[in-house]
């Protein structure tokens, strides 16, 4: 059985693959806790998540792409 926090981890990784799909053509970068772990391995855990994105790129848009 999977723990919380796994649970959590994976719906992240999810997330990011999705919007890393919607955004490959707008820059955004992942910061803080889930950078550390997921691209330099680190064991800190993170609770949410911490992206920048173009901020050419509208609200309602962003809203929709993650909603998708």
Do not use: W
């Amino acid at each position: 059985m999977n723990s919380p926090f796994e649970i959590r981890e994976l719906f992240h990784l999810f997330v990011l693959r999705g919007l890393s799909s919607r955004l490959a053509a707008r820059p955004y970068a992942v910061k803080g806790g889930i950078c550390l772990r997921f691209f330099h391995r680190s064991p800190r855990l993170s609770e949410d998540m911490d992206l920048d994105i173009d901020n050419r790129l509208p609200v309602k848009t962003l809203q929709n792409n993650v909603d998708s």
